[in-house]
């Protein structure tokens, strides 16, 4: 069993920041790449950052400069730093993982950016 929990959205004006954490738990053997995903209402889940086992970053462009994405700890935990929020940025944020093979998401954590 494999769980996967966000943390750490909220409301914030824009301009502001918000810090999202996301942990995986359970019977882990191995732990590949963690990503976080956005949807906004309305619109398809899109990539917004990932991080591979070796601390490799890759970030859609809408993000680039603004929003950075770590590993902590053991590498079963992913942060996303976001900056300079915009209210565009407005979405439920998910986060995956992929352990032991399979990928498995967290229910979400809503993000709203007010004008």
């Known amino acids: 069993q494999v769980q996967v929990v966000e943390s750490g959205g909220g409301l914030v004006q824009a301009g502001g920041s918000l810090r999202l954490a996301c942990a995986a738990s359970g019977s882990i053997f191995s732990i590949g790449t963690m990503a976080w995903h956005r949807q906004a209402p309305g619109k398809q889940r899109e990539l917004v950052a990932f991080?591979?086992?070796?601390?490799?970053?890759n970030y859609a462009d809408f993000v680039k400069g603004r929003f950075t994405i770590s590993r902590l700890y053991a590498g079963n935990t992913v942060a996303l730093q976001m900056n300079s929020l915009k209210p565009e940025d407005t979405a439920v944020y998910y986060c995956s993982a992929n352990v032991n093979g399979n990928d498995y998401w967290g229910q979400g954590t809503q993000v709203t950016v007010s004008s």
């Open positions: 991080v591979n086992s070796g601390g490799i970053t």
